[in-house]
């Protein structure tokens, strides 16, 4: 016997089951996007090592640890994307979307990265992303960030996250932060942990999110980025503050908070939950200006987010929030051997009268007995009984959750629709 073969740890399949919590907040999701005039760009799974090596950095995680990256055929070097930002950019840049001009852009689809497979973190996920591109002022981040707000309000979960904000300022002003950050964790390197110690020389802002608490406890006197920032930071976040304020959006001030991509400047935020244990960020962003002109395009201001759908609906599942879904409407019934080859023609003219009726039709030739506790047995709410007798049709509506609803048999179809309520 042959050796049964799965599918690759981290990859999953969304099953029959599963798909209907998907497809609902996939649904409300691109609704929300249309109602910020939002367009969607689908870009390939599949690019070039160097747009992502060149975009998130070369010393950060995802790029030394987490990309799958092979050779082609040709020997170029290609990633699985890791992230959407980077590709839209280069899609933008690449069919002449961003130079003086403003976009408002949207993707959802699969990215890649090769950690730990834990529950809401897998090696194959899911994202729903918002890029903005060709606007400089704060209303733009604060738009971004409204939209995302109004998606916690149609699932039903405003009071279950929390935004956090923080800005990076200036490349140079982080950079004199970088400085002062790295001489005061000198001084207590024999306390910090190891991941920490390795990223003072590559990456020693991401220290800041240490999850170490005896490094976090040294953070806690160590210089403050907001002491760094250069005046035109300050006065964009501000700006983006009192319009956060009259929107009545709550947030809080995270100065630890950094991202984990290299292109991040200005405005970074975060939506943190409680109810996801260590998986608590389901949506993060921010201002990336200098990624445009990074990636071979002109100097373009952008702002974006990406949110993980299977966090999503993990959390959504926690709360008891997906709606009750059925696959069928109505179940399809020949009710005797004469009838067998009329119901699938019945099926298309009731799928023609009520184009969104779910009609499924029995297959196989059973007693009517055995086809009615089927039909008990689906989700449907209604049986159709067709019966042949000399070749005159008849029909009989059968209430399968209302037991005490009773329609009488028909010869018309019509009278079916009726009964259904609608003509």
């Not at 109602?35 to 995802?62: C, H, N, W």
């Not at 999503?312 to 926690?318: C, N």
């Amino acid at each position: 016997m042959a050796k049964t073969i799965q599918a690759i740890r981290g990859m999953n399949d969304i099953l029959p089951s599963q798909t209907p919590a998907w497809q609902y907040v996939e649904g409300v999701i691109r609704n929300t996007a249309a109602a910020y005039s939002y367009q969607e760009i689908r870009m390939p799974v599949v690019e070039s090592t160097d747009l992502f090596k060149r975009s998130i950095g070369e010393v950060t995680d995802i790029v030394e640890k987490e990309m799958y990256t092979f050779d082609d055929r040709n020997g170029d070097s290609l990633t699985l994307r890791p992230e959407g930002t980077a590709s839209c950019v280069r899609a933008g840049n690449e069919h002449g979307l961003l130079y003086n001009q403003t976009q408002r852009l949207w993707y959802m689809g699969p990215m890649f990265r090769h950690e730990r497979p834990q529950k809401g973190r897998y090696r194959q996920f899911h994202q729903f992303g918002i890029e903005a591109f060709g606007m400089d002022g704060p209303d733009i981040d604060a738009e971004v960030i409204l939209l995302s707000a109004r998606l916690w309000q149609a699932f039903g979960i405003r009071d279950q996250v929390q935004l956090q904000l923080n800005s990076l300022a200036s490349n140079e002003a982080r950079a004199n932060y970088r400085v002062a950050l790295r001489d005061y964790l000198r001084a207590h390197e024999a306390q910090l942990d190891e991941d920490s110690k390795r990223r003072l020389d590559t990456n020693v802002l991401r220290v800041l999110d240490s999850k170490s608490p005896e490094t976090q406890a040294i953070l806690v006197d160590a210089p403050k980025l907001s002491e760094y920032w250069d005046d035109e930071s300050r006065v964009h976040f501000d700006g983006l503050c009192q319009r956060l304020d009259a929107a009545g959006i709550e947030y809080v001030l995270n100065e630890k908070l950094v991202r984990g991509l290299d292109y991040y400047n200005r405005t970074v935020f975060e939506w943190v939950t409680t109810e996801l244990g260590s998986q608590g960020t389901v949506c993060a962003g921010g201002r990336y200006d200098g990624l445009v002109e990074q990636l071979g395009g002109k100097p373009t201001p952008a702002v974006g987010f990406a949110m993980g759908i299977e966090r999503l609906v993990l959390l959504l599942e926690t709360q008891g929030l997906i709606p009750a879904t059925q696959s069928s409407d109505l179940y399809l019934i020949a009710g005797n051997d004469d009838a067998e080859l009329n119901v699938l023609t019945v099926a298309e003219q009731l799928r023609d009268a009520l184009p969104t009726l779910r009609v499924q039709v029995h297959s196989g030739s059973q007693a009517l007995k055995k086809k009615l506790a089927k039909a008990d047995k689906s989700d449907a709410t209604y049986a159709l009984v067709v019966m042949n007798d000399n070749d005159k049709l008849s029909y009989q509506l059968k209430h399968l959750r209302e037991r005490e609803i009773d329609y009488p048999v028909t010869s018309s179809l019509s009278d079916v629709l009726q009964q259904l309520g609608t003509e």
